[in-house]
């Protein structure tokens, strides 16, 4: 079992930043792939980023490249998701992932664990 715990979010003006934290315990591999999910009020779940456990690689949605940046410390079992020129269509629960091995990384079905989700809201 994985626990993720995310951090963070809170109220921020258009143009600002925020960082997320999402804290893993439990029995984690080198294996996992770290996703960042959100989901709006109204709207669907959506892939935000997501990072390689062992590479490091990193992922995107269109929607937020350039803009976001995901970034992990093996170590200490912590995936950020440093947020920047934020929109307010970026206001949304925002919930850590974690792949045990698919590399369907854009679908949240795919993920076997979540944490509680952390709210973000971007206003105007």
């Known amino acids: 079992q994985v626990q993720l715990v995310e951090s963070g979010g809170g109220l921020v003006q258009v143009g600002g930043s925020l960082r997320l934290s999402c804290a893993a315990s439990g029995r984690f591999f080198s294996s996992y792939t770290m996703g960042w999910f959100r989901q709006a009020p109204g709207k669907e779940r959506e892939f935000v980023g997501a990072?390689?456990?062992?590479?490091?690689?990193?992922y995107y949605a269109d929607s937020v490249q350039g803009r976001f940046t995901i970034s992990k410390d093996n170590a200490k079992n912590m995936v950020w998701l440093q947020m920047n020129s934020l929109k307010a269509e970026d206001t949304a629960v925002y919930y850590c992932?974690?792949?045990?091995?698919?590399?369907?990384?854009?679908?949240?079905?795919?993920?076997?664990?979540w944490g509680q989700g952390t709210q973000v809201t971007v206003s105007s």
């Open positions: 990072i390689s456990w062992r590479g490091g690689t990193t």
């Open positions: 992932a974690a792949n045990s091995g698919s590399n369907r990384y854009r679908e949240g079905v795919e993920y076997d664990y």
